[in-house]
């Protein structure tokens, strides 16, 4: 699960904004964004510099949070 489209939302951003400063497809960006497609890590890391640059405020961990360790999840 990853928090693209929310903390892009939240930060007023459109998403043609970021695909273009990614310099990406409209279609790669929903991918990610809808969870259909799951980036690697220099991806994620793209997507968050992007987002920093276009005025968001947010790291690696905020816009692709850890899982929850095991026991968290069995609870």
């Known amino acids: 699960m990853n928090r693209i489209k929310e903390i892009r ?5 459109r ?10 497809t409209q279609t790669r960006l929903s991918n990610y964004e809808a969870g259909r497609r799951v980036p690697g890590l220099a991806e994620c890391r793209e997507i968050v510099r ?3 640059r276009l005025g ?4 690696l961990d905020d816009v692709f949070p850890p899982d929850l360790p095991m026991e968290a999840a069995a609870a």
């Open 50 to 52: 992007a987002l920093n």
């Open 56 to 59: 968001a405020t947010c790291s």
């Open 9 to 13: 939302g939240q930060a007023g951003i």
């Open 15 to 24: 998403q043609r904004e970021l695909f273009a400063a990614l310099g990406w």
